[in-house]
């Protein structure tokens, strides 16, 4: 299995996650899965059926974040060129085709939050921006088409 790559922040809320899910998440579906079987015979009972599949995504989400943390390697700031478009970089872009500024920051998969402007390097645009510095033009194939953006800064 390969490493994953954490910005601090990302491992961080992975962490929390984690532990939200094997003591607050585990204790609520445990007494829900008690209030069903005390409605009787369980092997009729749609609530106990609900409440043991959702023990079952529970765990599954458990294990799945283990193992990311277990794999997981927060990155090293200082280690990277601030000048380049890398992983943990936060770059400010201009659409070429309607000038809108757009402000994307670039995190590992499991990071990858769009809604907050976290875009995953295995993503298009993630792949199309690594490696460019300030100033590149950046022609992105995406599968409603090509976006073209100019760098116009990048920090971390």
């Given at each position: 299995m390969d490493n994953i790559y954490f910005t601090e922040e990302g491992f961080e809320k992975l962490r929390k996650d984690l532990e939200f899910l094997k003591t607050v998440r585990r204790r609520e579906l445990s007494k829900e899965i008690g209030k069903a079987r005390a409605h009787g015979d369980i092997r009729e009972n749609a609530e106990?059926?609900?409440?043991?599949?959702?023990?079952?995504?529970?765990?599954?989400?458990?294990?799945?974040?283990?193992?990311?943390?277990?794999?997981?390697?927060?990155?090293?700031?200082?280690q990277?060129?601030?000048?380049?478009?890398?992983?943990?970089?936060?770059?400010?872009?201009e659409d070429m085709d309607n000038g809108q500024k757009i402000k994307y920051t670039l995190v590992s998969e499991a990071e990858g939050d769009?809604?907050?402007?976290?875009?995953?390097?295995?993503?298009p645009v993630g792949k199309g921006l690594l490696g460019h510095k300030k100033g590149d033009i950046v022609n992105i194939e995406v599968p409603a088409g090509a976006i073209k953006y100019k760098v116009l800064k990048i920090s971390r």
């Open positions: 106990y059926e609900a409440a043991k599949e959702a023990q079952a995504l529970n765990e599954k989400r458990i294990s799945e974040l283990e193992s990311k943390l277990a794999r997981g390697q927060i990155l090293d700031d200082t990277i060129p601030k000048d380049e478009i890398l992983l943990g970089a936060t770059v400010e872009l769009f809604e907050q402007g976290k875009i995953s390097i295995t993503s």
